[in-house]
């Protein structure tokens, strides 16, 4: 089942009677930037916004919550957990955590040779943050400092 969610979130603020939700819109598209060496010899980082952590790490936080968790890429997938305020959206990854942390593919990928290499770390946040302040003073730089940290070629982002 598709769903629609701008449309279903703008539909719910004004059936609350709450002000209009303020989505952000781009003045420009974002700039392209070609890749520096090939797929084959790049170190991929993984972002994903689904909520996920592993077993014995933190949940998220329902409002706002711009922390980060880092996943080891060896985790087996038992062991992932989803905690994001779209709860609705979690039925199939609770299910098979695969469809949005796809870790053995990204694993299979490295092993193959069709990527240099995964980061050992996958990053994993909630993307359902309101305040757009908030995403880019906390949570991009965060997730900046720590894909240079693991020193990666370019980032794989699966949204949810």
């Not at 994001?84 to 040779?113: F, K, M, Q």
């Amino acid at each position: 089942m598709s769903v629609r969610y701008i449309d279903a979130i703008t539909a719910r603020y004004e059936n609350l009677g709450y002000t209009p939700y303020r989505w952000v819109y781009a003045e420009d598209p974002p700039a392209f930037t070609p890749m520096a060496k090939p797929l084959a010899n790049s170190r991929i980082g993984v972002l994903t916004t689904s909520g996920a952590y592993a077993l014995g790490q933190t949940a998220f936080h329902y409002k706002d919550d711009t922390s980060v968790r880092a996943i080891p890429k060896t985790t087996p997938k038992q062991d992932i957990r989803f905690s994001h305020i779209t709860e609705n959206y979690l039925e199939d990854p609770r299910r098979d955590s695969e469809c949005v942390l796809p870790l053995t593919a990204l694993n299979r990928l490295e092993d193959d040779g069709f990527v240099g290499d995964v980061a050992d770390d996958t990053l994993s946040c909630m993307g359902g943050i309101y305040s757009q302040r908030r995403v880019r003073e906390e949570l991009i730089p965060d997730l900046a400092a720590r894909f240079e940290a693991q020193s990666v070629d370019a980032v794989f982002l699966i949204p949810m």
